[in-house]
């Protein structure tokens, strides 16, 4: 165990962003750190610099923007020893509630910003959120619902490589139902943290290579008020403070890991703000916060990114998720 990551999680805990988070906050620091996002109406991941907005920059370009690959709802990036750095991408697709993800070897794409596809897998259930265990190199990814569409047989999906860091076969080799999961995240002391309707999980990793497997350890469990949905939409680091930020159908709050005698236990939840419908929020290093959540007339997505630093707009976008553009998972 990695006790300087003992004792950042530890102090993760006394995280607190005030409820005025989203709404009306002293402006922070001018941001220098680029943030990318999922935007749905191209099938692009585009990277823009809040300091200095522009029309962006396109990191990649789905095959389609039809059927799999339909609604872009995910990306991270992660450095491997095999690929050197890549994109996790995921799709919700349209209709018969099977997308597509993929992992994209970011040395291999075309000048078109197309291609470099390394794996891929077509998913049924409305994925909605993928990770990569970094020691195994095991996918993981979050469905919504059933493949029939129920809301009630979402789950993770864990695909695996027959040695670890190879290439992941592209059948699950395990399903773990979780209703309503939409957003998957790995810590680097060995487990992945999970959110879906009204609980947020953390999973250990057993096994290696082709026995890889995922075993539940303990949960969260929290609701936005009586007779409301409980959603859980998202989970992303705290790049500045440590900690995570999770989303919910009507509020951000922040969630904290410490090490509790002989095992590793959520504390110091607390809320950062009451507005719904946030789809993701962050924060980055220097301070400056970034999230999405889709305004008057929009559906599921949102044409602005908002920032604490002030909020910039994309004629025509439909940004659905915002992630800091690191492969750094905290």
Known sequence: ??????????????????????????????????????????????????????????????????????????????????????????????????????????????????????????VTGNPHS????????????????????????????????????????????????????????????????????????LYGITGNGSSTRLQYRTKYTFSDGTGKARMGHDILPDYKGGGYFFTSSYKVRTLGLVYAGNSWQFTAVSVASSTAHVKAYTRLPNGVKTWIVPGSGEGEWSKTIRFSSGNHSKSGARFYRVRYYTTAFA
């Open 130 to 201: 993928i990770e990569r265990i970094a020691t195994q190199g095991a996918i993981v990814v979050a469905t919504t619902k059933g493949s029939n569409g129920a809301t009630s047989g979402g789950g993770l999906h864990l695909f695996v490589p027959s040695s670890n860091g190879g290439t992941p076969g592209t059948k699950a080799v395990q399903f773990i139902k979780f209703p309503g999961a939409h957003g998957v995240i790995y810590n680097q002391n060995g487990f992945i943290i999970a959110v879906g309707d009204g609980e947020v999980r």
């Open 1 to 122: 165990m990695d006790r300087r990551s003992i004792l950042r999680a530890a102090v993760a805990g006394a995280i607190a962003v005030p409820v005025a988070g989203l709404l009306g906050a002293v402006p922070a620091e001018a941001a220098t750190h680029y943030v990318m996002a999922t935007e749905q109406a191209s099938g692009r991941i585009l990277r823009f610099n809040p300091a200095s907005w522009t029309s962006g920059t396109v990191l990649w370009q789905a095959p389609s923007r039809t059927g799999t690959w339909t609604n872009l709802s995910d990306v991270k990036r992660r450095a491997t020893a095999k690929w050197g750095n890549v994109m996790l991408v995921t799709a919700s697709g349209a209709g018969d509630y099977r997308g597509q993800v993929a992992m994209i070897r970011e040395s291999s794409m075309s000048s078109s910003k197309t291609g470099g596809i390394v794996w891929q897998a077509t």
